[in-house]
């Protein structure tokens, strides 16, 4: 009889449902007992996704509680925005440890939801239990919680590369200004004209300038590690490629330190935590350089003549951004070594 924990997968034919399976397949302390898609339910999953042919043969189920409280421990929610709100709270009622992959619980404020994803809120009462799980930050909040909201790809890169200078009230929280572009598997599986081929190659563009709906998910962590409101210009770039997000923040200083002493305030702030890379001064990442793995990789510059600091940060949004920081949060609420499942180097070139 298998010891493992038994994981369950909702919504596997999408890019971060089934970017989980091929993490979890690896995992030491996981087995997978059920993958499940309301859409192509009683389909092979291989037959979407022929990559998992001989290796993953499960059948797609369909959304059944009572049943997943017998097959699963875990459930993982990789859905669309909106479709969390009304299953988690079942999950989590049926007993289930929960990690929501989707935007529905990352806001504290439901008006502020409903404003920026244009959804219903989630009831208040799970929106408060859920644990924001940026894993570097809040990881002590996270283990041992039982309903985990994931951040969203563009707050993973963006935060990582901003919390430490600014728990330390070295940033001017008025002056944040942040660049960020990401890779065509961030916006889906699902057919966009903006996503041909014929559109986005050999094309730069920017989008949802000053409405992201990661705004004020970024707004929001900010001014709580700070104890102090915070306010972003945030602006996304789609750039033609599949995977990847270099986020770019420029950050004014309230008071002048070296680029050493920031460097190294970047490197205390990450001690020991092995998914976080900083470079040493004069180099910057790239999102060749994370490609497939659970890395942040951050580059620092200070500019003494404007007294400005660059804040370079690169991750896989697929995987630091969305399904290997979920299972970076359940190492860390199981009690397991972070690493688990994750330690694997960047495919590179």
Same mark, same amino acid.
């Given at each position: 009889m298998s010891t493992k924990l038994r994981a369950a997968i909702i919504g596997s034919t999408g890019y971060g449902g089934v970017e989980l399976i091929r993490l979890l397949?690896?995992?030491?302390?996981?087995? /997978?007992?059920?993958? /499940?898609?309301?859409?192509?339910?009683?389909?092979? /999953?291989?037959?979407?996704?022929?990559?998992?042919?001989?290796?993953?043969?499960n059948?797609?189920?369909?959304?059944?509680?009572?049943?997943? !409280? !017998?097959k699963a421990d875990?459930?993982?929610?990789?859905?669309?925005?909106?479709?969390?709100t009304e299953l988690a709270p079942k999950l989590v009622d049926a007993g289930l440890k929960v990690i929501d992959l989707s935007g529905d619980f990352r806001l504290?404020?439901?008006?502020?939801?409903?404003?920026?994803?244009?959804?219903?809120?989630?009831?208040?009462?799970y929106v408060e239990k859920a644990v924001y799980g940026l894993s570097e930050v809040f990881a002590d909040e996270v283990r041992g919680a039982g309903f985990i909201s994931n951040p969203g790809c563009f707050p993973t890169a963006t935060?990582?590369?901003?919390?430490?200078v600014v728990s330390e009230g070295w940033a001017d929280l008025s002056s944040i200004i942040i660049d960020a572009k990401t890779g065509v598997s961030g916006g889906g599986r699902g057919l966009s004209l903006g996503f041909h081929y014929s559109e986005i190659n050999e094309n730069l563009l920017a989008y949802?300038?000053?409405?992201? !709906?990661?705004t004020p998910e970024i707004e929001q962590v900010l001014s709580r590690v700070a104890g102090e409101a915070a306010v972003v210009t945030f602006t996304t770039h789609l750039v033609p490629m599949t995977r990847g997000i270099l986020s770019t923040m420029y950050v004014n200083l309230r008071e002048m330190h070296t680029e050493e002493e920031i460097i190294n305030l970047y490197r205390r702030y990450y001690e020991g935590r092995r998914f976080v890379r900083i470079r040493p001064a004069g180099k910057w990442p790239a999102t060749k350089e994370v490609w497939g793995s659970n890395y942040c990789d951050i580059g620092i510059s200070l500019?003494?003549?404007?007294?400005?600091?660059?804040?370079?940060?690169?991750?896989?949004?697929?995987?630091?951004?969305?399904?290997?920081?979920?299972? !970076?949060?359940?190492?860390?609420?199981?009690?397991w070594d972070e690493g688990a499942g994750l330690a694997f180097t960047p495919v590179y070139p």
């Amino acid at each position: 009889m298998s010891t493992k924990l038994r994981a369950a997968i909702i919504g596997s034919t999408g890019y971060g449902g089934v970017e989980l399976i091929r993490l979890l397949l690896s995992h030491p302390n996981v087995e /997978i007992t059920s993958v /499940i898609s309301t859409s192509r339910a009683g389909v092979p /999953i291989a037959d979407g996704f022929p990559h998992l042919n001989q290796i993953v043969t499960n059948t797609l189920d369909g959304i059944d509680i009572g049943q997943l !409280q !017998q097959k699963a421990d875990v459930v993982f929610t990789a859905t669309p925005h909106g479709v969390a709100t009304e299953l988690a709270p079942k999950l989590v009622d049926a007993g289930l440890k929960v990690i929501d992959l989707s935007g529905d619980f990352r806001l504290k404020s439901g008006e502020a939801y409903e404003r920026w994803y244009k959804h219903k809120p989630a009831d208040p009462a799970y929106v408060e239990k859920a644990v924001y799980g940026l894993s570097e930050v809040f990881a002590d909040e996270v283990r041992g919680a039982g309903f985990i909201s994931n951040p969203g790809c563009f707050p993973t890169a963006t935060l990582l590369g901003l919390v430490p200078v600014v728990s330390e009230g070295w940033a001017d929280l008025s002056s944040i200004i942040i660049d960020a572009k990401t890779g065509v598997s961030g916006g889906g599986r699902g057919l966009s004209l903006g996503f041909h081929y014929s559109e986005i190659n050999e094309n730069l563009l920017a989008y949802k300038v000053n409405r992201h !709906q990661h705004t004020p998910e970024i707004e929001q962590v900010l001014s709580r590690v700070a104890g102090e409101a915070a306010v972003v210009t945030f602006t996304t770039h789609l750039v033609p490629m599949t995977r990847g997000i270099l986020s770019t923040m420029y950050v004014n200083l309230r008071e002048m330190h070296t680029e050493e002493e920031i460097i190294n305030l970047y490197r205390r702030y990450y001690e020991g935590r092995r998914f976080v890379r900083i470079r040493p001064a004069g180099k910057w990442p790239a999102t060749k350089e994370v490609w497939g793995s659970n890395y942040c990789d951050i580059g620092i510059s200070l500019d003494q003549r404007t007294g400005r600091l660059t804040i370079i940060s690169v991750i896989d949004n697929l995987v630091k951004g969305a399904a290997g920081q979920a299972i !970076q949060n359940l190492n860390l609420l199981m009690g397991w070594d972070e690493g688990a499942g994750l330690a694997f180097t960047p495919v590179y070139p």
